[in-house]
Every structure is written in C-alpha cells, then in structure tokens.
C-alpha cells in the first residue's frame, strides 16, 4: 500500500477532478449517565462556538437554549425528550431536534442524535451527534429523519465504536455501503465493516483507541457480495476520551479514494518502467527496486539475490552456518525511511543468513509470495530460532512483511522483502499484488543484467588470457601500456596490443581492433594478434605484413560465410603496424583504417606524421603503403585505438586534437603518462568503447651492433575494401 496522504477528517474526495471539498467535522460529543459533558470534539466547537474547556466536566444542558427542570445535573434522556420534535428512541437511540444556545448568544436548532456506549469501567454513556438544520423554519414531520441532516446526506462514510470495537452509531452512507437498514444496530466490528479488509483496519483501530495518536490518510479496499464492485477509502480514526485520557469512544470518517488510488498506483509502476533496469549492473538494479519502494510501498526494502546471480566473492554454499542460520542469499539492495537503515543486519554485499523454517526459505523453494500482515516475534514463530533478528524487528517496530520471489525465464534469482515500521497500516492483499508487479518488472531486468554480467564476464576472461601477460622493448624502446575494456551494453571488445622483437635488435608495434563486441570479438582478437605474430616472423616490412593479414582475413570470413552458422560473424578489423630500428632511428608505418600514431619529439612537439590509412582488414585485395620516420632520440611513438579518442558526441579529429594536447604536458615517466591521458580524455565523456594504448619511448644503439629482437604490432580490423599492391616510402 502506497503511503496515504493527508485527508482530513470532514473532507469529501470530488472523483471528477481528484480534488477535495471541505465539509464540516462532525459535531460529536460524550456524555455519561448524569449529564455530564466528558469529551468535546473540535466538529462541535466549530458548530457551537463553545471550546472543549468551556464545556468539558459541566452539565449539557446548559447548552439548551431554554433548560427545562430536571436536567441541571440529571440524566441525558430528560435532555433529549425536550425537544420540540422527537423523531423515535429505543433503549439504545435517541434522537431529536431541540434548540441550543451557540457561544455568540444565537440559538440553532440542530438534531440531536444520542448512541448508548459502555466505556472502559463497564458505566453507560451516551455519544451525541448534532447537525445542524438548514432552516429553522422548515419543519420536518415527526418520525422521518431531517431533511439536511449534513452527516446522513453526506458521501462521506461516518461511524462511531465504542470501547469494545462495537459499532454503535452509522451514518446513512455507510450503512448502504455495508448494506445495513436504516434504524438496524450495527452491532459487531465484523458487520459493521463488512466488505472492508478487516485484518488491515481492525489493528489500526485499535492503536488508535489504545494511544489516542489520531491516524488519518489509511488507505483500505472495499469489495462488494459477490464480488462485483470494488472500492478503496482513506480513512480518518480519532478517539474520544474523558479528560484523564480514558478512552470512551471511537470515530471513524472515510472517504471514497478509488479514481485516486489508482492513478498512483498505475503512476508507481510507470516509475519502475523508468527507473528500474536503466543499467546491465545487478547491484545498481537491484538497489533502483529498493529506492522506488521507499517510502511509496513500504517503510523498509531489500532485495536479496541467490547464487543464480553471482556477485563475487565465495560461493554461498560453501560459506559455513551462522549463529543466525544459512547463509542463503548476498544483498543487493537496501533502502528505509531511517537514516543509517537500523533495520538492516546485512550491508550490500554481504551474505545474508536466515534461519531453517523461515519464510524466505519458503519464498525462495516454493516461488509463491508471503504476506505477514502482523509479524510475530513470541516463542512459536519462525524468529524465535534467530533471536538476533527478532530483537531488531522489535527494538525498529517492524509489524507487517512481505516477501516476494524474482523469478525470470524460469530461474529463481531472489527474493524482495518489504516491510513497515512508521506505517501504522499492515500490508494487504493489494499492496502484495502491487509488490509481485514490480517484482515481475525488476525480475526480467535483473536477469538481463544477469546474462549481460556473465557473458562479459566470459569475454573479459578469453581475452585476458589472449592478450599479453607483458611487454618489454629490450634495448631498442621503452614500453608503457594500457589496456580498458568498455563497460557499454554490447560487452567487451576486440582490442589488442602487442610488442614483438625482430632480428637485428628491432622491435614491431602492433595496436589492432576488431569488429563487434562479446565472446566471438574476444576470440577473433586471439586468432589475429597470432596471426600477426607468425607473419612478423618472416621479417615482412609493415605495408606486406598488412597485406598478408589482410589475405587471413579474408579467408576466415569466408569460412564464417560458408558455414550458415549466424553465430559466426563475419571478421572485420582495423590494425596500425610499425617497425623501429634502434641502429637506425628510423621507424616504418602502415596502417589498415586505423587511427593513426602520433609521434612526440623530445622538445614537446607532437605530430601526425602522413600515413596513408589504407583499407580495413577483411576482403583480401586491399592496398597499404608503408612510411619511413627518422626520429630523435627519445621520442615518443603512441598507438592506441579508437575508443580513446571517439566518442558519440565527438569525431575523430577533435579527439586527435585533445590526445596531441594531453601528450603535451604528459610526465616523462610512461606509466604515469599512460595513466594521465586516459584520465583526461575520459574527464569529458565515458569511453563508450575499449581503450588500447601503446607507448613507446625510442633509445639508439651505441655502436651500432644488434640491439635485440623487438616486435611491436598494432592490428584493427573492419569491413572495407581493397586495391592489391604494397608500397614504401621514406618520409
């Protein structure tokens, strides 16, 4: 049940416009056997004028405009056959139009209406009920009820209970909605609120009459015999008491809240549409549901997920018992109205462990939803074999439950627990039914994240174990490196580097991107980073390297083609390919529609040196041209692929443009510089795609002898085309 608003007592709900229109309170008073006024409500003060310590210990009928003999100090039943026009009495009801005297001085004539109750010592007293008439001078014909009777007319549905919970006064509204004759006794709490959820009002009635804290806004629904007709009402409960705070009597005014009831709740669930599942990430899913349950639903919300969706760290069924039982479920979310969740023995991330028998076991092996509407913490119930979860759900007031299972395709996930503590209102039939919709929305998006969280999971594995354990450039560079994966959607990428030693103490730089997303861009990753390895083994300058992958490529999606297999796709790449020569200086390029390097002299300038791009990796008849660079010592030749520099919002050359910025004032050292640019590209936007950086820092070969074998590849492979033939040049 959603937290009620406000409704004040008197107020009738206008179902045409949602508004409310303010109708006056109930003029109500009580008065024992002798006369005497015990308690004065502020609906007579506002009819009367008179306030409740003016009246309150004195004789009623000194409100009488006129007191007749007999009533200074005597019985009420003088008082009520005074007035001018008796309509009926039994031993129980009175009824009757007399004239009293407003605080001003005016006289009003209103209808008197008395009820017998019998108070907490067992003494009769009489609950009075004045309306006013709209007319003085229109009299009505004895025996038929009062033509403005405010309360009778009303839409509003107005009763009055004694000590015991026994209705003893209706109003003609809601004896039609229960289905009452009009002079027939209401009698039994069970008759008079028959229709009505009694297992969700009767507790609030009687805390109300218990504490005198007035409750107002509770929500409850009505449904008609048979079934046909549903309504919900928001409720208004105030007590009436002596003076010394006995109770006496019991009020109640309901108002018909059907059209708004459920406007909000069909608005909680368009929230959850929005709200939750707005990422692939079981924790932030998790704690969205928690958050938008808050205080909306209830006063407490977790949601604790099984090992169908693993979390991290050690399984649960292999974690040892507790004092507080199994640990069956890690938690996920937590949300409560408290500041610093009092409520909550288990932080987000910890297991959670619930005793043999208990209700979320139940929840989480039958896959059927529980409902608790007054929880139970006494020797006999499930808690008593986990006192240290009873001492907190009494220390925090906790007082109704409901566990819901998330299930999703099939496979039980969890289990959502709502709970109320401030809310005086336990949980009904509907707040399950509104609990168990949410649950279904959140289930299907948690299980998404779920099969998104291990398949990346899978991917990031295949490609660790497919990508270098380390670099070194020997004698001929100094290597630092960077490697990201994308935390986007369509899981991991096809991002390698690599740095291989060649003959004569030279080293190829290779940076390479594939195509595509997931497990099958990882593993197409693994095939080219080896088949670069094998064709750097024949000594090929960059431009044949590139044409020879370019020819491997071509094969395999040609093998992917044939197949009819749809879950093989189709192998594209981008790929930048450069060799250094540390006897000579110079540095060859080539690259396959990649990105191209950038190159940092050691006096700060950064450049672009004019590499032809050449086609992407893929149908075998491409063209690529190698480039020769002269370079000083100590210059920087930096790889990387597109995720660094491109964004959504931003194109290449602008990325370009902020890289050759941020290598500007880049540390000398290259970890730290590796670190700093991606940091500052990354300060705009998230990268939106994996991120490979490769920089290397060029040294000299003193006397000219072999340095070492250094290889260094760069390999990125797209859907393109391709005109046959290699070329090389000197730049």
């Not at 109500?28 to 609906?43: P, S």
């Not at 449904?223 to 105030?238: D, K, L, M, N, T």
Request: glycine share 10%; net charge negative; aromatic share 4%.
């Amino acid at each position: 049940m959603m937290r009620p608003a406000d409704v004040t007592p008197g107020a009738e709900q206008d179902a045409s416009s949602g508004g409310v229109r303010a109708l006056p309170a109930p003029a109500v008073a009580v008065i024992d056997g002798d006369g005497t006024v015990l308690a004065w409500a502020d609906g007579a003060r506002q009819l009367l004028g008179h306030r409740a310590e003016d009246v309150v210990g004195r004789p009623a009928a000194r409100l009488l405009a006129s007191p007749p003999e007999g009533t200074e100090g005597g019985s009420c039943l003088p008082l009520l056959a005074h007035g001018p026009e008796r309509t009926g009495e039994n031993e129980h009801r009175r009824r009757a139009v007399v004239d009293v005297r407003h605080r001003d001085g005016r006289t009003l004539r209103v209808e008197l209406e008395a009820s017998a109750l019998t108070d907490a010592d067992g003494e009769r007293c009489w609950l009075l009920v004045a309306t006013d008439m709209p007319d003085s001078g229109e009299r009505r014909r004895a025996g038929e009820p009062a033509a403005g009777a405010l309360l009778d007319r009303s839409p509003l549905l107005v009763a009055v209970w004694d000590s015991q919970l026994r209705c003893i006064w209706l109003n003609q509204a809601s004896r039609r909605r229960v289905g009452l004759p009009p002079d027939a006794r209401p009698g039994l709490l069970r008759r008079a609120l028959q229709g009505f959820d009694l297992a969700a009002v009767e507790p609030v009635m009687r805390r109300v009459l218990a504490s005198g804290e007035p409750v107002t806004g509770h929500e409850a629904r009505w449904v008609s015999p048979g079934g046909r007709r549903e309504a919900v009402f928001s409720s208004a409960f105030i007590r009436l008491g002596r003076a010394d705070g006995t109770p006496l009597a019991l009020c109640t005014v309901s108002t018909d809240i059907t059209q708004r009831w459920t406007r909000e709740r069909l608005a909680l669930m368009s929230r959850a549409a929005r709200h939750v599942g707005t990422t692939l990430d079981v924790m932030t899913t998790a704690q969205e549901l928690t958050d938008l349950a808050v205080p909306s639903l209830a006063d407490y919300t977790t949601v604790d997920l099984a090992d169908s969706v693993p979390l991290g760290g050690e399984p649960l069924e292999r974690m040892p018992p507790g004092d507080s039982g199994i640990p069956v479920f890690r938690r996920a979310g937590l949300a409560s109205i408290h500041r610093g969740m009092p409520e909550s023995a288990f932080d987000r991330g910890e297991p959670v462990l619930v005793p043999p028998g208990s209700p979320f076991l139940y929840v989480l092996h039958h896959r059927e939803s529980y409902l608790e509407r007054v929880m139970e913490t006494g020797s006999g119930t499930w808690l008593a074999r986990d006192p240290s979860r009873a001492r907190i759900i009494r220390e925090t007031g906790m007082h109704s439950v409901m566990m819901v299972p998330l299930m999703a395709r099939g496979t039980i996930l969890g289990i959502a627990v709502f709970v109320r503590t401030e809310n005086i209102a336990p949980f009904s039939r509907d707040d399950l039914h509104l609990a168990e919709e949410l649950a279904v929305h959140a289930s299907l998006s948690l299980d998404n994240a779920r099969r998104y969280t291990r398949e990346r999971a899978a991917a990031l594995a295949l490609q660790r174990s497919l990508l270098p354990c380390s670099l070194s450039g020997g004698n001929a560079v100094e290597l630092g490196w960077r490697y990201l994966p994308s935390d986007r959607h369509e899981g991991v990428g096809g991002d390698w580097l690599d740095a291989i030693h060649l003959p004569g103490g030279r080293i190829a730089l290779v940076v390479g991107d594939v195509v595509g997303h997931g497990v099958n861009a990882a593993a197409t990753m693994g095939r080219l980073r080896t088949a670069v390895l094998t064709l750097a083994a024949l000594d090929q300058p960059p431009a044949e390297l590139l044409a020879h992958l370019d020819d491997v490529v071509a094969h395999l999606s040609e093998e992917a083609a044939g197949s009819g297999d749809p879950a093989l796709p189709s192998v594209g790449a981008t790929c930048v390919y450069a060799v250094y020569d540390p006897a000579t200086r110079v540095c060859s390029f080539a690259r396959a529609g990649h990105p191209p390097p950038l190159l940092v002299y050691p006096d700060g300038r950064v450049i672009t040196p004019d590499i032809p791009a050449g086609t992407p990796i893929d149908l075998g008849f491409g063209s690529f041209e190698s480039v020769d660079r002269e370079l000083p010592e100590g210059s920087l030749i930096v790889l990387f692929t597109d995720g660094l520099i491109e964004t959504r919002n931003t194109d290449i050359d602008a990325g370009l443009d902020r890289l050759a910025a941020a290598l500007g004032r880049a540390p000398s050292e290259l970890d730290d510089l590796c670190s700093q640019v991606i940091a500052e590209m990354a300060a705009t936007a998230k990268p939106e795609d994996d991120i490979a950086l490769l920089v290397a820092r060029t040294r000299v070969e003193p006397h000219g002898g072999p340095v070492g074998d250094v290889h260094v590849s760069f390999c990125s492979v797209k859907p393109g085309w391709r005109s046959p033939g290699c070329v090389r040049r000197l730049a």
